[in-house]
């Protein structure tokens, strides 16, 4: 499920796994708080856009390398902020080796929360607290060592760990 936030209506905050902008021009935050969340992510459209899409290079939206959602350049984050009267977005789609990564100066913001993603990739994860004229501030912190089970064993269900 994706929520959109607006946090004292200057910044957009996509609390889910995934999180990225439109191929479509002029989206308002109101059309994201309107979209029916409780359904299976469709293959196109904003919010699949919103669930897909990650920050990339180049200007304008390009195809995704994951064959759904968009590349969006800094141009449309810029347009997307300036649109809807916000100081930046903050998204978690990726993981990130700092646990974090501000892209499209600092306009667009991905914050990853699991170190040591899978177990495998040896990221650092990191947390965002904003002061009182929201300028964010990054924590990031190392994973702990993990309990003596194979690695993602939890992730078929809480027995699965004991061989049930």
């Keep these: 499920v994706c929520v959109c936030v607006c946090v004292l209506s200057r910044f957009l905050v996509e609390k889910t ?26 293959s196109h459209g904003l919010m699949c856009e919103m669930l897909w899409s990650d920050p ?3 200007p304008g939206c390009h195809p995704s390398p994951r064959g759904v959602g968009v590349l969006f350049g800094a141009d449309v984050t810029k347009k997307f902020v300036e649109d809807n009267d916000l100081k930046y977005i903050v998204r978690s789609h990726e993981m990130k080796m700092e646990g974090y990564e ?8 991905t914050i990853f929360s699991a170190p040591n993603y899978c177990d495998s990739m040896g990221n650092k994860g990191a947390f965002i607290t904003l002061d009182k004229t929201l300028e964010p ?24 760990q004991f061989g049930i």
């Design 17 to 42: 796994m995934h999180g990225g902008l439109f191929s479509e021009d002029g989206v308002k935050v109101q059309q994201l708080r309107e979209i029916k969340r409780n359904s299976q992510p469709p």
């Design 56 to 58: 990339g290079q180049l």
């Design 102 to 109: 501000k892209h499209h100066d600092g306009k667009c913001i």
């Design 137 to 160: 501030k990054f924590t990031s912190f190392s994973a702990v060592p993990h309990p003596p089970i194979k690695p993602m064993a939890y992730a078929g269900g809480m027995f699965s």
